[in-house]
C-alpha cells in the first residue's frame, strides 16, 4: 500500500483515514462495502451524528476495497 498523510474524515466523532484504515483490516470478514461500512461505523462509531462524512467514508472504503490507495 502506497503511504499517505492521514486526515479526518469524520469531524464529529474524530475518526481519521488511520482509524478506518484499521477498522477495515482488522476485520475478520468482509462481505461489501456496505458490510465493510457497517463494520467500520461499529469500531470508531463514524457517521453517527451529523452524517456528513458517510459519503466520504464510503468512497475512501470502496478506494481502499478495490484500489488500494
Known sequence: MAHHENYTLCECGGV???????ALFSA???????????????KTHCANLCGKCRT????????LMYNEI
Open 16 to 22: 481519521s483515514l488511520y482509524d478506518i484504515e484499521d
Open 28 to 42: 475478520a470478514e468482509i462481505r461489501d462495502i456496505d458490510d465493510a461500512f457497517r463494520i467500520v461505523q461499529e
Open 56 to 63: 466520504a467514508i464510503l468512497e475512501l472504503i470502496a478506494e
